[in-house]
């Protein structure tokens, strides 16, 4: 399996990514190991997830909420 996450940094962005290990992958970024974006913006707070069985369909889901407006991404996580 593999996630497609949104994590709240200290500033309150959104930060859109994947993985195969969503507990491993919020460790890596809350302990400022993560991607270059994360890093200067602890803490961090995981606000959405979705499971995806393929890396394809991680990736393009990916890219999907990337392309979203901040508002959409909330609507997202608020199941709006």
């Known amino acids: 399996m593999f996630f497609v996450y949104i994590i709240q940094c200290n500033d309150r962005t959104l930060y859109t990514g994947i993985t195969n290990d969503i507990e491993k992958r919020l460790k890596v970024h809350s302990s400022g190991k993560g991607a270059k974006y ?21 990736l393009k889901r990916e890219l999907e909420i990337k392309g979203m407006s901040r508002k959409e991404k909330i609507g997202l996580i608020f199941g709006e």
Do not use: Q, V
């Open 38 to 58: 994360t890093r200067r913006r602890l803490p961090i707070k995981l606000l959405y997830k979705e499971e995806h069985r393929t890396k394809s369909d991680a």
